[in-house]
């Protein structure tokens, strides 16, 4: 049986200054702590998958620029199969320039760079390990006719498409009807379905409306409050675990990669969701995004260690 996850999505070099306080316009701030980290949804997804025990590829563009070597070593050193990797030389790979002030006030700026090179005519060459997908991964930090094309080429080759919705721009909603697993936060939510999701019931309706636009299972990731998921037999919502939270960067993309990885191995949408929530509380317990990816290991140990209160399960 097939159990080769293809996430196709972003790869982005992090350079995050931290300081006591935002500048005003025209202000230098001369004391800020510096750090560079590797991020982008889709290599963030993609490197969870892989630590989390999956059999991953990753399809994405990078650039030419003095990070992408070890960029791209930390991918083979996780085991990511990168034939479908591509490099194009007169552009950077996707560079994020990140300002953490105090009070958790931030500036955030990307430049997708090499990340919008991920063409229709790249996704035709990348094919063969298509062909070898269980299930594809995509997120939404790639050209939008890239999206589509590749949704259009999985429904004709019959191939489950998780889409983490993130982060949420407009998008023609027919394509949500070809999702098998759609996966948004509360505020990707709330963009899609034109409504607040704060409360339970108002998680639920949300769910529900994202079913009617034909997505097979929906789940909505609620940050310290768990998950809820909806699928046409059964809901399930499940609690976080407790953990000391430090840095919550990449616990939506380490909840997909683990979930879509449980999936492969057969467990059942309980199951699945468990082992998502405890990967990702793992994750938000250390700083950065890839750095904080937890291995097979670690979440397996995780999970055996701490209690976490019972997911309510209900067949409808
Ligand atoms: P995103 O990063 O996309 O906004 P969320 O914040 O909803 O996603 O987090 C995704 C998942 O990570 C949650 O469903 C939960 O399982 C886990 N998580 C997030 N924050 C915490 C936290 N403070 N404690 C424990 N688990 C958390």
Request: proline letters at 3%.
């Amino acid at each position: 049986m097939k159990n080769k996850i293809v996430v196709i999505g972003s790869s982005n070099v992090d350079l995050i200054m931290k300081m006591d306080r935002l500048p005003e316009k025209g202000e230098t701030i001369t004391d800020a702590g510096f750090f560079q980290v590797y991020g982008g949804k889709g290599a963030n997804q993609a490197v969870g998958a892989a630590r989390a025990g999956g059999n991953v590829a990753f399809v994405n563009c990078v650039g030419n620029d003095a990070y992408t070597p070890q960029m791209l070593e930390n991918f083979r050193n996780d085991g990511l199969d990168i034939r479908f990797v591509f490099q194009e030389t007169d552009i950077a790979s996707g560079h994020a320039l990140v300002m953490i002030g105090g009070e958790g006030n931030n500036y955030l700026s990307v430049a997708p760079g090499a990340n919008y090179k991920l063409t229709p005519e790249l996704i035709d060459r990348s094919m063969p390990v298509i062909d070898e997908a269980a299930m594809i991964i995509m997120q939404y930090e790639i050209p939008v006719e890239t999206i589509k094309y590749v949704f259009r080429i999985a429904e004709a080759k019959d191939i489950p498409v998780m889409w983490n919705f993130a982060p949420a721009r407009s998008f023609d909603l027919s394509y949500v009807a070809k999702t098998a697993i759609l996966v948004v936060n509360e505020t990707e939510a709330a963009f899609l379905c034109g409504q607040q999701v704060e409360t339970d019931e108002e998680v639920e309706l949300a769910a529900k409306k994202l079913q009617e636009l034909g997505a097979s299972l929906v789940i909505i990731t609620l940050g310290k409050r768990g998950a809820f998921a909806l699928s046409a037999i059964e809901k399930v919502a499940v609690p976080a675990f407790k953990v000391n939270a430090v840095d919550t960067t990449s616990a939506g993309d380490v909840f997909c990669g683990s979930f879509a990885v449980a999936q492969t191995e057969g467990k059942s949408l309980t199951d699945s969701l468990r082992f998502a929530s405890a990967a990702s509380a793992i994750c938000v317990t250390r700083i950065g995004a890839q750095p904080s990816a937890p291995t097979r290991k670690e979440i397996d140990e995780f999970i055996g260690n701490n209690y976490v209160e019972k997911s309510h399960s209900i067949v409808i």
